[in-house]
Each structure stands twice: as C-alpha cells, then as structure tokens.
C-alpha cells in the first residue's frame, strides 16, 4: 500500500500549480518569525561598557532597553498565542492503520526487537539527516520501539523494494530506507491527485505474506526540496513524520490537527490522535514474532 503527502505548499491551496514550496502561497503564518522567540535580547547580559556613562544616560539606556524587551516579549507572545489558536484541535481517536490482521488488530512491526534504518541523502538540503534522526526519535518515544541507525546507503528506491536483500543488507530483513531521490531516476510516481507530491512512504511485509512489517521505504522528492527542520508546517521535519507514520503502520485520518492527515494537517508535531495510533502500533501492544528472512 502507498501513502503520499501533497507537498507542503500546497496544502492550504489545494487546485493551484503554484511552485512546490513557496512562502507565497502558504496561507497561514509567515514561515520565519521576525526573532528569534525562544531567546529575546537579554539587556541586562550585554557587554559591560568600557567607560563610564553619567548616571542619567545610563538610566535611559536601561529605560529604552526594558522598553526595547518588553515590546519584543509582546509581539513574541502574540505570535504564539496566534499559533496557538491556529492550531487545529483534535483528539485521540482520529488514527486509522494501513491493514488489519485476521483477529481485527492492527498489521504492525515487531515492537520487541529494534528497527533498523539506513539513509540516502543524495542531494537533500543540509540538515536533512539530522532531520531524519530527530524524527526517528520522536516515533520512538511515541511507540516504545528502539530505532538503530545503519548507516549512509546508495539504495535508490523503487516502487517494487524488497524486503530481503541479501546481497546489500546480508541475512536480515532489508533496514528502512529514507532516500532523497531524483524523481527520474525512480519509477515511484510522485503525482498523486494532480499535485506532485512531496514525498511517497510504504511498509513492506515478508513476500510470504505474513501480517507483520518487516521492511519499508521513504522516498523524499529531490524535485520538491522543502526547508529543513520542524519549525514550521512546510519544513520537511514534519513531511519525515507523516511518512514515518505510514511505514510504523498509519493511515491518513479525514480531520486536521494530526500530521496524518493527508496534507500534515496543520500541525508540525504528532497530534493525540497520531500518537494514540503510534501507541497501539507499539510496545504496548505487545511482542510479534518476527518471521525469519526468506
Ligand atoms: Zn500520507
């Protein structure tokens, strides 16, 4: 089964040929705040003066800069509070799983033996594997499963991607794959719907058809770079977290403030829904046995 997540830019603009990514038609909040909000200018760490400043000076410098801070920690906590509100709310049960086995449970992984991943960065931007692994870490946290980091790869993905690859990976179910790809040198489609979408995500079962996912892929469109990061909706931290999400086992749900709805949306984290999912899909649910490669 295939996932997509239209790209970013266009999520709030659904019809449009406008550009991948751009900040023109984001819609909602401007993509960088004017400062830095988790570190307003601290007047009283400035640099000791290397005169002395008559006293009066002084007190209209202290002055200006109290003035100075205190209109930045306003118009900083406004844009929060603006975030806050325009974060869409959800709850718990907006989750929903690619497959279900037989006894009604969800398909998921073998949440008692580690999942090991590897990385093509290709051409991604700087800042994209860090990117990865901070994603990584968070779907860890949310299920209970331990990640282990292979390593780089030079695997390009593709639509039909074994699960067993002896020759590469050894005598072992083949690691995740998150690649950045040049969309002609893969044959995974990125349309999805009429957009180009900005990435394409999959779990993989065993070939003998098990209900358990043993492998699965990512493939991140180099045609459609998106800013590292997760700071904001159209970075590409939370694009790695939707995609995460449809490889541990989630589908996409129809209501917003869950980055598995299919545009992410509207948030840049996990929602409660997402993360009530992620928790069925893992340790909690307990042990699977993992079937032996083949
Ligand atoms: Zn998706």
Redesign the pocket.
């Known amino acids: 089964m295939r ?3 239209p790209s970013r830019g266009r999520s709030t603009d659904a019809g449009s040929s406008a550009p991948a990514y751009d900040g023109a038609v984001d819609h909602e909040l401007p993509p960088v705040p004017p400062f830095d909000l988790s570190t307003p200018p601290r007047p009283d760490l400035q640099e000791p003066f290397d005169e002395p400043i008559p006293a009066r000076r002084g007190r209209r410098t202290i002055a200006f800069l109290v003035v100075l801070a205190l209109t930045i920690a306003t118009l900083g906590g406004g844009v929060l509070a603006i975030e806050r509100l325009t974060v869409p709310e959800s709850d718990p049960s907006q989750h929903g799983f690619l497959g279900l086995r037989m006894d009604g449970s969800p398909i998921r992984w073998n949440p008692c033996e580690p999942i090991h991943y590897v990385i093509n960065p290709s051409r991604a931007p700087t800042g994209s594997v860090d990117d990865v692994h901070e994603a990584v870490r968070r779907v860890s946290r949310a299920t209970g499963i331990a990640f282990v980091y292979d390593g780089l790869s030079d695997e390009v993905p593709s639509r039909a991607r074994l699960p067993l690859q002896r020759d590469r990976y050894g005598e072992r179910w083949a690691p995740i794959l998150i690649a950045w790809v040049d969309p002609e040198r893969t044959d995974i489609s990125f349309e999805r719907d009429g957009h180009e979408a900005a990435a394409v995500a999959s779990p993989s079962r065993p070939l003998t058809g098990e209900e358990i996912f043993v492998s699965g892929f990512i493939a991140m469109s180099l045609d459609d770079p998106n800013p590292p990061g997760f700071a904001w909706r159209g970075a590409q931290g939370p694009v790695l977290l ?1 995609e995460l999400g ?1 490889v541990m086992g989630l589908a ?1 749900v129809a209501g917003p403030g869950e980055i598995m709805e ?1 545009s992410g949306g509207g948030v840049t984290d996990y929602g409660p829904g997402d993360l009530e999912g992620l928790r069925r899909l893992g340790r909690e649910a307990g042990c699977l046995t993992t079937p032996v490669p083949v």
């Open positions: 996932a997509t997540i939707h449809h996409h299919k």
